[in-house]
């Protein structure tokens, strides 16, 4: 598989095989990730991996205080603009409306578009489960590095013939996920990531999520 197949076929994937990922699988994807851009080569990423009774474990735990805090906690940093204005209100609405639409769920059936919102926390049933963090004090251009680590991780997956979901979500459960993996103080726990083998017989799997054209986000001057 060539760079732009990789690209063309990642996706955000919400239903997974029980099919196990070899570890192996997992190290060299996360060797190759490491090669991402890194400014100054400070290298600022961090990742867990849960595997098997280690992913479940957690997925036990979250399951357990989500009866003290059915939502969560709030996360340590905004996961969108408070105060989000056009066209990205409108994107994120169309591509949540999109998605369950995939497995009907309408507008009105807050109950199941619930417990479709809480299989974030089970990672899809992936068996592979990927927290990432970063040191408190980087800033905006370590969190740029840290993003393409994670682009290296999910396009390396598909070469591997694996999936991704990558998911902001977990960031509610910092608490419960710092002691369980021992997450030093100075780790902010930013995102979790399922890894392996998608269910193609799944439609929520379908779904396509849609990209502007280049005109709409690029000026590409050619003339002084």
């Not at 409108?90 to 591509?95: G, H, S, V």
């Not at 992936?126 to 963090?133: E, Q, R, S, V, Y």
């Not at 998608?198 to 396509?208: F, H, P, S, V």
Request: contains cysteine; neutral net charge.
């Amino acid at each position: 598989m060539n760079v732009s197949e990789a690209i063309a076929t990642r996706k955000t994937i919400r239903a997974f095989l029980e099919k196990p990922v070899e570890v192996a699988a997992i190290r060299r994807i996360l060797a190759g990730a490491s090669r991402a851009p890194s400014g100054g080569n400070l290298q600022p990423w961090r990742v867990y991996v849960l595997v098997g009774p280690a992913r479940d474990e957690l997925v036990r735990r979250v399951k357990a205080k989500m009866s003290e805090t059915p939502m969560g906690e709030r996360p340590e940093y905004h996961i969108y603009p408070p105060e989000l204005t056009e066209p990205y209100k409108t994107r994120r609405f169309q591509i949540g409306e999109a998605m369950y639409a995939t497995i009907g769920i309408p507008r009105e059936d807050k109950a199941g578009r619930l417990r479709q919102f809480v299989r974030n926390w089970e990672f899809f049933g992936a068996p592979c489960g990927l927290i990432f963090t970063i040191d408190r004090q980087m800033q905006q251009g370590q969190w740029a590095d840290l993003g393409m680590f994670m682009e290296n991780v999910m396009l390396l997956a598909r070469e591997e013939g694996l999936h991704t979901c990558p998911q902001e979500a977990w960031a509610v459960w910092h608490s419960v996920i710092r002691e369980y993996l021992s997450v030093p103080p100075n780790e902010l726990i930013f995102c979790g990531m399922a890894l392996g083998y998608g269910d193609d017989d799944a439609a929520i799997n379908r779904l396509e999520s849609e990209r502007v054209p280049v005109e709409e986000f690029a000026l590409i001057k050619v003339d002084a």
